[in-house]
């Protein structure tokens, strides 16, 4: 393929449909990748992020993301330590995947895109949200996360796609399929 790919971001709320959403990008021909799977090996297999966190919470932490977050969710400054640490490395192993990547759309899902400034890496951006209600039934009580999440009203009025996902993943569906055509459109 010649040339890099229609970079587009997803990011949203907690438990908004995210990850629903990625994979309906994958299901209308994108490549995709989510920013969590990315953590998730860099906790389990970089030899750094390892080190490190054995320096600082101990070898019973190590690999152990159960563990990690009931550190780092109720400490701030735990928390802050860990996302300098991971942040980097994440950011770092999505642009390589980018620069790689052989389709016309690559969609990256990352919860934290306006939080840590990562929109600007993007051509496009689709948040994904969902009512607070619809979302605590998702997810067993949405916990103090959430606070630290840049709300909702602000990612939509900066986005450049925007789903209330409170629909069924047939809607969902649709809306990505509207959004692919129109990115393949002004490709």
Do not use: C
């Not at 920013?35 to 390892?50: G, M, T």
């Not at 709300?151 to 969902?172: I, M, Q, T």
């Amino acid at each position: 393929m010649a040339g890099r790919p229609l970079a587009v971001a997803i990011t949203g709320g907690i438990a908004a449909g995210k990850s629903e959403a990625l994979a309906a990008f994958a299901r209308h021909g994108a490549a995709t990748l989510s920013a969590d799977e990315l953590v998730h090996e860099l906790l389990a297999q970089d030899k750094q992020v390892r080190e490190a966190i054995r320096a600082r919470w101990g070898e019973d932490a190590v690999g152990d993301r159960t563990h990690i977050g009931q550190i780092v969710f109720r400490d701030p400054a735990e928390l802050e330590w860990l996302e300098r640490l991971l942040h980097p490395k994440t950011r770092a192993a999505a642009d390589a995947w980018l620069a790689e990547v052989d389709s016309p759309v690559a969609v990256v899902e990352i919860p934290l895109l306006y939080e840590t400034g990562g929109e600007t890496r993007f051509d496009a951006v689709v948040v994904i949200t969902a009512p607070p209600e619809v979302r605590a039934q998702r997810r067993a009580g949405l916990d103090e996360r959430e606070s630290r999440l840049i709300p909702d009203e602000e990612k939509l009025k900066r986005s450049d796609y925007a789903f209330v996902n409170d629909g069924s993943l047939d809607d969902l569906d649709d809306f990505v399929a509207g959004v692919m055509e129109r990115l393949s459109s002004s490709s």
